[in-house]
């Protein structure tokens, strides 16, 4: 009775792990470059996002008339998160908050035109 219980509960893990490991990622973006802009603390934050089927690729920020120096963290940092995260859900910098809700708000909206519908 035990070896049954054993010899099916390792199936089940066995088929289990192979339909997870077999499984292709599932697409999220169009493939390509999009552009989007935001309200920064002294004018609009434009950005280009390259995005392949499954990531973020690249962020430019392509037009902006925030503050040098403080702006310049926002504009190393932001990106970077977004990347990392594949998603625009990340914290702003502190300090420069205005700057970086800006600079995600430009990533968003380019990243909507971007964003698969999902609902199949």
Same mark, same amino acid.
């Given at each position: 009775m035990q070896l049954n219980r054993f010899l099916v509960c390792t199936l089940i893990i066995?088929?289990?792990? #192979?339909i997870t490991f077999c499984a292709k990622d599932k697409a999220l973006y169009k493939e390509g470059?999009?552009?989007?802009?935001?309200?920064?603390?002294h004018g609009k934050i434009k950005v280009k996002v390259v995005t392949d089927k499954y990531k973020i690729k690249d962020i430019v920020i392509t037009d902006q008339?925030?503050? +040098?120096? !403080?702006?310049?963290?926002v504009y190393e940092?932001? +990106?970077?998160?977004?990347i990392d995260a594949? #998603?625009?859900?990340?914290?702003?910098?502190?300090?420069? #908050?205005?700057t970086s809700k800006g600079l995600l708000e430009a990533i968003k909206e380019?990243? #909507?035109?971007?964003? !698969?519908?999902?609902?199949?």
């Open positions: 066995f088929i289990s792990t #192979s470059s999009y552009k989007g802009s935001g309200q920064g603390h008339q925030e503050m +040098p120096g !403080l702006s310049d963290i940092k932001i +990106p970077k998160r977004v594949n #998603s625009a859900d990340v914290n702003v910098v502190s300090g420069a #908050s205005f380019a990243l #909507s035109k971007a964003k !698969l519908n999902t609902k199949s």
